[in-house]
């Protein structure tokens, strides 16, 4: 109750043995676009998240990542 909690998913290398170097390791510059695209999402409703409503706040983070795949 004293701190919001943020889950966001990064993806998974396909192997489990692979997940701790995977989570640690810097983004391939590949992934560059949907970090910036999730983090500008964060920054522009990071209000919803302040205000309670973390349901709101990740219907807008996702759906602006599925915007950008699929842009």
């Given at each position: ?54 349901n ?6 996702d759906?602006a ?7």
């Open positions: 109750p004293e701190f919001i909690r943020l889950r966001l998913g990064i993806g998974h290398p396909g192997d489990r043995d692979r997940v701790s170097d995977y989570v640690l390791s810097d983004f391939a510059k590949a992934d560059l676009p949907w970090v910036e695209t999730q983090n500008k999402a964060i920054a522009k409703h990071l209000d919803l998240l302040l205000n309670g409503n973390q709101e706040f990740m219907s807008q983070v759906l990542l599925k915007v950008e795949t699929q842009g």
